[in-house]
């Protein structure tokens, strides 16, 4: 195995034991961890979401989630993200010629305006002027977000 393939599949096992580690805290029986997931169209329904209804937002990921991890469906398919949105308590009406049309567009700006900020993985977090990759920064993240307060994590 070439260092490229054998890179990616360490990323692969990585992400997938990050999944079985946390999926108990989240009371969540993961479907099939070996899949391809294709998440563009999910993203498209969360910017519908943000400008419809910026309250909607965490319900929304939590629904795109579980029809994806719980239940095994295809989040690539448009009728599983409009039934997200519409448990989300948002309509869906129009939303098919967004998704085809200024979604995506907006979405491919999105993120080329975040990579030209550095942002190239996730959980990529922008904090002012630092950044920070991965949930181990979340005590630094949350000790900057309140003020500096208490001890330093670090």
Same mark, same amino acid.
């Given at each position: 195995?070439?260092?490229?393939? /054998?890179?990616? /599949?360490? =990323? !692969?096992? @990585? =992400? /997938?034991?990050?999944?079985? =580690? @946390?999926?108990?805290?989240?009371d969540l029986t993961l479907a099939s961890l070996n899949r391809n997931i294709n998440s563009q169209l999910a993203a498209v329904g969360l ?7 910026? *309250?909607? +937002?965490? /319900? @929304? ?12 469906? %295809? ?15 948002? *309509? +869906?009406?129009?939303? +098919?010629?967004? *998704?085809?049309?200024? #979604?995506?567009?907006? &979405? ?7 990579? $030209?900020? #550095?942002?190239?993985?996730?959980? !990529?977090?922008?904090? $002012?002027? %630092?950044? !920070? &990759? ?21």
């Amino acid at each position: 195995m070439n260092r490229g393939a /054998q890179h990616r /599949q360490m =990323r !692969f096992d @990585y =992400r /997938q034991q990050n999944l079985i =580690r @946390y999926s108990p805290n989240s009371d969540l029986t993961l479907a099939s961890l070996n899949r391809n997931i294709n998440s563009q169209l999910a993203a498209v329904g969360l910017l519908w979401c943000l400008q419809k209804s910026q *309250s909607c +937002t965490e /319900q @929304y990921i939590g629904n795109v989630f579980i029809a994806c991890w719980q239940r095994g469906e %295809d989040i690539a398919e448009p009728q599983v993200i409009r039934q997200a949105i519409k448990l989300a308590g948002v *309509s +869906t009406d129009k939303f +098919t010629a967004y *998704s085809n049309g200024a #979604g995506p567009d907006k &979405l491919n700006n999105l993120r080329k305006n975040l990579e $030209q900020q #550095g942002v190239f993985d996730t959980p !990529f977090y922008l904090l $002012q002027a %630092d950044s !920070f &990759l991965g949930r181990q920064h979340l005590p630094m993240i949350r000790w900057l977000l309140c003020d500096r307060q208490g001890p330093k994590p670090i």
